[in-house]
């Protein structure tokens, strides 16, 4: 009995795993034969529950995979029979059903040998008609393998409320009628995707989730095979890779955040440095956003010490970068940048001209880079006024910590003064 | 989770015999299908151990010992790191793999930081 139940448990845990490698490939096959991304889902879920039943008494079959894929295409297809059967009978022509089911062997016929159905699948998932919330989980979802609870608990919201959104989701690929196919304007849709996937990766890497990072990652690897030519690609890549590499590092024992420039260096991931940088190299001379966030990232990933950190060069890199992107955060990076590189009187000069700037005005970080030019060229009444005001902004409780300790040692100036320091 | 695969060493591959074109073929494609899946974070071959050393601590003394080394199973021929979600997962993608002459391949989960800080309490 015992020995029954381990067997019938291994056998679930196998199905699980072969769902998780299968299960994209299997909806963008169905998404080709049926045209809708809810059907084809349910489809393959079909053929899930039919390995659930079948496996466990005839065995794992020997190219599971296979196995699933043909289950799933015969459904399919049957379903389209009806649909043309049913069209019949009201007269109507189906004829594109009907050339479909003349080729000799459908199943055969409906194989895709150059993937293009993954890369279809993920254009529809990240659709701009979705909120980007839709196209995070359905992303998750389709390409990702994710159950909605495991999707659910990796965000910190309700499961039903995921539920909600894949449907709706679904509906409203439906009713739009959204083809499935590789966009011709592939360069404006590709940074939707790119988007979904560097948000996935942020969120693992802000709320600590690891797991999160790591499907990120796979998604991007994914997609840079569907793409190789395609830069961005390959610089979204690497800024992941290099800043996964720093996962372990970044905060300390008690939770607390702790600096790039005060990290422990030799507990960065390598193995993750170096295919980082390798993906840099791949995006060859581009310079689009992320391969110039990565190329910071490397500059950082590349210096043995903090104070070998080459700032002149990463100076340059945020001017590009402040050129396409004509954004004050970027500016600001490029601030403190420049004070690092040329002195703080330098990057001070360019953080008060932002001072007026309208989209910074609740940033912390404006308030946190200015009082730290401002302690570094000692004003250092001023320089705990900014921290204190930075601490007000931010809603991270440990950024609130770190600043106010920051205000703190600023002290009085007063004081220190008449004390001789 | 990171997991090591690790090819055992045969008596062909402790020879230096190349694999056949076939195999290659094969390799080629089952190493494909892991960077499209977006899983493959190494790879690598390793050359006959007769091409190895081995340092041996004792008290104090260091022995360096030549190859070849003799007992084949116990020797690793090549190797994967693989990120995957699970065991299973990783079990599953190496029964893809195109072995089939009696070859045995181990699987290894990687130690993350998380473990030695469970560890160490």
């Given at each position: 009995?015992?020995?029954?139940?381990?067997?019938?448990?291994?056998?679930?845990?196998?199905?699980?795993?072969?769902?998780?490698?299968?299960?994209?490939?299997?909806?963008?096959?169905?998404?080709?034969?049926?045209?809708?991304?809810?059907?084809?889902?349910?489809?393959?879920?079909d053929?899930?529950?039919?390995?659930?039943?079948?496996?466990?008494?005839?065995?794992?079959?020997?190219?599971?995979?296979?196995?699933?894929?043909?289950?799933a295409?015969?459904?399919?297809?049957?379903?389209?029979?009806?649909?043309?059967?049913?069209?019949?009978?009201?007269?109507?022509?189906?004829?594109?059903?009907?050339?479909?089911?003349?080729?000799?062997?459908?199943?055969?016929?409906?194989?895709?040998?150059?993937?293009?159905?993954?890369?279809?699948?993920i254009?529809?998932?990240?659709?701009?008609?979705?909120?980007?919330?839709?196209?995070?989980a359905?992303?998750?979802?389709?390409?990702?393998?994710?159950?909605?609870?495991?999707?659910?608990?990796?965000?910190?919201?309700?499961?039903?409320?995921?539920?909600?959104?894949?449907?709706?989701?679904?509906?409203?690929?439906?009713?739009?009628?959204?083809?499935?196919?590789?966009?011709?304007?592939?360069?404006?849709?590709?940074?939707?995707?790119?988007?979904?996937?560097?948000l996935?990766f942020?969120?693992?890497?802000?709320?600590?989730?690891?797991?999160?990072?790591?499907d990120?990652?796979?998604?991007?690897?994914?997609?840079?095979?569907?793409?190789?030519?395609?830069?961005?690609?390959?610089?979204?890549?690497?800024?992941?890779?290099?800043?996964?590499?720093?996962?372990?590092?970044?905060?300390?024992?008690?939770?607390?955040?702790?600096?790039?420039?005060?990290?422990?260096?030799?507990?960065?991931?390598?193995?993750?440095?170096?295919?980082?940088?390798?993906?840099?190299?791949r995006?060859?001379?581009?310079?689009?956003?992320?391969?110039?966030?990565?190329?910071?990232?490397?500059?950082?990933?590349?210096?043995?010490?903090?104070?070998?950190?080459?700032?002149?060069?990463?100076?340059?890199?945020?001017?590009?970068?402040?050129?396409?992107?004509?954004?004050?955060?970027?500016?600001?990076?490029?601030?403190?940048?420049?004070?690092?590189?040329?002195?703080?009187?330098?990057?001070?000069?360019?953080?008060?001209?932002?001072?007026s700037?309208?989209?910074?005005?609740?940033?912390?970080?404006?308030?946190?880079?200015?009082?730290?030019?401002?302690?570094?060229?000692?004003?250092?009444?001023?320089?705990?006024?900014?921290?204190?005001?930075?601490?007000?902004?931010?809603?991270?409780?440990?950024?609130?910590?770190?600043?106010?300790?920051?205000?703190?040692?600023?002290?009085?100036?007063?004081?220190?003064?008449?004390?001789?320091? | 989770?990171?997991?090591?695969?690790?090819?055992?060493?045969?008596?062909?591959?402790?020879h230096?015999?190349?694999?056949?074109?076939?195999?290659?073929?094969?390799?080629?494609?089952?190493?494909?299908e892991?960077?499209?899946?977006?899983?493959?974070?190494?790879?690598?071959?390793?050359?006959?151990?007769?091409?190895?050393?081995?340092?041996?601590?004792?008290?104090?003394?260091?022995?360096?010992?030549?190859?070849?080394?003799?007992?084949?199973k116990?020797?690793?021929?090549?190797?994967?790191?693989?990120?995957?979600?699970?065991?299973?997962?990783?079990?599953?993608?190496?029964?893809?793999?195109?072995?089939?002459?009696?070859?045995?391949?181990?699987?290894?989960?990687?130690?993350?930081?998380?473990?030695?800080?469970?560890?160490?309490?």
């Amino acid at each position: 009995m015992s020995v029954a139940v381990t067997a019938a448990t291994d056998i679930h845990r196998t199905i699980d795993a072969v769902w998780r490698i299968e299960s994209a490939k299997l909806i963008g096959a169905l998404t080709r034969i049926v045209r809708d991304v809810g059907i084809a889902e349910d489809l393959a879920q079909d053929a899930l529950v039919a390995a659930l039943q079948q496996w466990p008494e005839e065995g794992v079959p020997d190219k599971p995979g296979a196995w699933l894929m043909s289950t799933a295409k015969h459904r399919a297809i049957d379903l389209l029979r009806r649909h043309a059967l049913f069209e019949r009978k009201q007269e109507e022509l189906g004829r594109e059903v009907e050339l479909r089911l003349e080729q000799p062997d459908p199943v055969d016929a409906l194989d895709d040998p150059v993937g293009d159905d993954l890369l279809r699948l993920i254009f529809i998932a990240c659709h701009p008609i979705l909120s980007t919330e839709a196209r995070v989980a359905l992303t998750l979802r389709l390409l990702g393998g994710l159950t909605t609870d495991e999707i659910a608990r990796a965000f910190l919201v309700p499961e039903p409320t995921v539920a909600q959104r894949i449907v709706r989701a679904k509906r409203t690929l439906a009713e739009a009628q959204v083809p499935f196919e590789v966009p011709r304007d592939l360069e404006a849709r590709l940074e939707s995707v790119l988007e979904v996937i560097y948000l996935i990766f942020n969120e693992g890497y802000s709320a600590l989730r690891p797991e999160l990072c790591d499907d990120a990652l796979r998604l991007g690897r994914i997609m840079a095979e569907l793409v190789p030519d395609e830069s961005e690609v390959h610089g979204l890549i690497a800024l992941m890779e290099i800043q996964a590499s720093r996962f372990n590092t970044r905060t300390g024992p008690s939770g607390e955040l702790v600096p790039l420039l005060e990290q422990d260096r030799r507990r960065w991931d390598y193995l993750l440095v170096g295919r980082g940088l390798a993906a840099l190299a791949r995006a060859g001379d581009a310079h689009g956003p992320y391969v110039l966030q990565a190329s910071i990232a490397a500059c950082h990933a590349r210096a043995r010490t903090a104070a070998e950190t080459d700032w002149e060069r990463i100076a340059s890199l945020y001017e590009t970068l402040v050129e396409i992107t004509r954004s004050p955060v970027v500016e600001l990076n490029r601030a403190v940048a420049v004070g690092m590189a040329r002195g703080p009187a330098a990057g001070l000069e360019i953080v008060d001209e932002l001072m007026s700037e309208p989209a910074l005005q609740s940033y912390h970080f404006l308030p946190a880079a200015r009082g730290d030019l401002l302690s570094k060229l000692g004003r250092l009444d001023e320089a705990r006024e900014e921290f204190e005001r930075a601490a007000g902004l931010t809603r991270n409780a440990r950024e609130r910590e770190l600043l106010l300790q920051r205000a703190g040692n600023s002290g009085s100036e007063e004081r220190r003064k008449r004390s001789g320091i | 989770m990171r997991v090591l695969v690790l090819v055992k060493a045969s008596k062909e591959s402790e020879h230096g015999a190349m694999p056949t074109k076939e195999l290659v073929a094969e390799m080629g494609k089952f190493n494909d299908e892991l960077v499209k899946a977006g899983m493959l974070l190494a790879a690598d071959g390793l050359h006959p151990s007769s091409k190895g050393k081995r340092v041996r601590f004792d008290d104090g003394k260091k022995t360096v010992i030549d190859g070849p080394f003799t007992e084949t199973k116990e020797l690793v021929a090549g190797f994967w790191i693989w990120q995957v979600k699970s065991m299973d997962e990783a079990v599953e993608w190496l029964k893809r793999a195109p072995f089939g002459g009696g070859e045995e391949v181990e699987i290894r989960p990687i130690f993350e930081e998380a473990d030695f800080m469970e560890q160490l309490g």
